[in-house]
C-alpha cells in the first residue's frame, strides 16, 4: 500500500507531501490545476521515460518519493528479497530527474535500473486511464487476473510442475544424445581405471609408502644412530648413562642419613634410571626393525615412482588419485548405462507429456468457466458505467503446438465492444482513455480486486458522464476501496463524496510564476469543495446543501 508522495520541483509543484491510507483516496482540482500530476509521478516512478519538461521552471531537477507498506505485497517483497533490495517490511522508491534530461532512480536507498523500477513497480502500483500505464493491457496479466478469478492457483501449480519435469529430462536427453557414439571415451576411460585400480591409491596408504621410503633411504644412518645411542645408554662395555646412574645413587644412598633431602633426590635419580632403561628397550626395537634391504628400497622406489607419474599425468597431487579413480569409475558407470538411460527417458518424456495434457486440459476448463462469469459480470457493470449495449469477452485461444508450456495450453485476450453492433476488439485497441479507464474498473471491480497489485489509481475515470452513472461510478471504486488501495483523480463531486479521503489540487500565480499546491480536506473543506464542483465559482446555499446530502448518502 501506498503510504506517502513526495514531490519537489516536479512540473507547476514546487513541494507536495501527501499521505495515503487504506480505502478510496480522491483527489480533485480546478481544470489544469495538475491534479493528474500525481499520477504522472506515480508512473515515472514506476520506471516511464521521463523529459527535461517534467522539472520544474528555475530548477536544476525535479525530485520523487514514494514510501510503500508491504503488508498487502508479497510477491513485491519477494521481487524485493530476490534482487537483495529488502529492507523490514517498508520500500521506498527515489527517482531524481535533472534539468539536463538525465535520471536516477534508488529504492531502498540503493540505486537500480529504469528496468528494475518498472519490475517493481508493476507489483506494487497499477495505474488506469492512460495506455502506457496500464499493466491490465498486458496479456499476461490478463492471464494472471483470470486465474485470480476462477481460483485456478492449484492446477495452475500442475501445470507449471509438469512443465518442469518434461524440461528436466527433455534437457537430459539433449545432453546424452550429444554425446554420440561413446564407444571410444569407454575404453578410454577403462585404460585410465585399469591403471589407477592396480595402484594403492587411499591418503593413509601413500603417506605410510612414503614414510617407509624415508626410513629406507636413511636406514644406514639410522641404524647407526641408534647403535651410538644404545651404547651410551645402557651397552654392556663400556661407561653407560644407565651404569653412571647407579653409581651415582650409591655414592648418595651412603650419605643420605645425614641429609634427608637427598632422598628426594634419589627417588629423582630412581624415575630417571626407569626412564632411561625404557628409551633403551624402545631403542633396541626400533633398531631391530631397521635393515638395509636394497631389494625393499628399489621396489619403494617404484611403487613411488609409478605414483607420481600417475600424479602428473592426471595432474593432481598424489593424495589426489583416489578420487580420480573414483571419478573415473562414476564417468564409466554412467556411459555403460546412456543407451538404457535413453531408451528409459523417451518413456519419461512421453509420459511427462501427458501428465502435463492432464493437467493443461484442467486448468483449461477452468479457465473457461472462469473467462463466462467473468464476461458476465463486466458486462452487466460496464452498462452500469454508462456504456449501455457494450459488452466484454474473454477470448481463450488454444496454443498450436502440443510443447508443455508452464503457463497452460491456451492465451488469454480481454475484448470489448464499447457501443452495441460494434465487434469485440482487443483491450489495448480501445482508442478512448475515458471508456478504458472505466472498462478497466468494471473488470477490477467484478473480480473483486483479486489480482496481486495492491494499490490501484484510476486517472480520469469519470470522463464523459455524469449523473447517475458518475455516481454508480463512485460507489464502484469505493466498493473496490475495501479489497485494494485506490487513487481516483476526479473531477465529478458524485465520485469525490464516495472517498475516503480527499485531496484537493489548485493552482495560484506569483511573480509571474503558477505553481500548484495540494491540501489535505477535513469534513468542512470537503462540503465547499464539492459544493464547488457542483455549482462552479459561485458557491450558492443550493450547492452547498447538495454537497452535504452527496456526503451524507455516501457515509
Partial sequence: MLTHLSLKHF????????????????????????????????????????????VRHGADRAELVADFSLDDAPLARAWLAENELDEDEACQ??????AD??????????????????????????????????????????????????????????VEAAAARWSALLRE???????????????????????????????EAIEKLLADHRRHAHAAGLIAACDGAFARLGGDDGPSLSRGLQQVRGELQRVAEHEPRLEEVDAMLDQAAIQIDEAAALLERIRSDLDLDPDAFEDLERRLGRLHELARKHRVPPEGLAAQRDALAAELEALRGAGERLAGLDREIEAARRDWRAAADALGAARRAAAQRLSQSTTALIAELGMGGGR??????????????????????????????????????????GELSRISLAIEVAALGL??????????????????????????????????????????PQVAAQGHAHYRVSKAASDGVTRSSVQALGAKEREEELARMLGGVELTREARAAAKRLLADAG
Fill in 11 to 54: 512540473a507547476v509543484v514546487s513541494a507536495a507531501e501527501l499521505s495515503f491510507g487504506p480505502g478510496l483516496t480522491v483527489i480533485s482540482g480546478e481544470t489544469g490545476a495538475g491534479k493528474s500530476l500525481l499520477v504522472d509521478a506515480l508512473g515515472l516512478l514506476s520506471g516511464l521515460r521521463a523529459d527535461s519538461g517534467v
Fill in 93 to 98: 522508491i527515489r527517482r531524481v530527474i535533472r
Fill in 101 to 158: 534530461g538525465g535520471s536516477k532512480a534508488w529504492v531502498n536507498g540503493r540505486p537500480v535500473t529504469l528496468g528494475q523500477l518498472g519490475e517493481l513497480a508493476g507489483r506494487l502500483v497499477e495505474i488506469h486511464g492512460q495506455h502506457e500505464h496500464q499493466a491490465l493491457l498486458s496479456r499476461a496479466s490478463q492471464l494472471a487476473l483470470l486465474d485470480a478469478f476462477g481460483r485456478c492457483e492449484a492446477p495452475r501449480r500442475a
Fill in 173 to 203: 536427453r539433449d545432453a546424452l544424445s550429444a554425446q554420440g557414439d561413446v564407444s571410444d571415451r569407454i575404453a578410454w576411460l577403462e585404460h585410465q581405471y585399469r591403471e589407477l585400480e592396480r595402484e594403492t591409491l587411499e591418503p
Fill in 392 to 433: 466484454f469477452e474473454v477470448e481463450i485461444e488454444p496454443l498450436e503446438e502440443d510443447r508443455p508450456d508452464p503457463q497452460g495450453g491456451e492465451r488469454v485476450e480481454f475484448l470489448v465492444a464499447a457501443n452495441p453492433g460494434q465487434p469485440a476488439r482487443p483491450l489495448r485497441k480501445v482508442a478512448s482513455g
Fill in 451 to 492: 489480482d496481486a497489485v495492491p494499490t490501484m489509481v484510476f486517472d480520469e475515470v469519470d470522463t464523459g458522464i455524469g449523473g447517475a452513472v458518475a455516481e454508480i461510478v463512485g460507489q464502484k471504486l469505493r466498493a473496490l476501496g475495501a479489497s485494494r488501495q485506490v487513487l481516483c483523480v476526479t473531477h465529478l
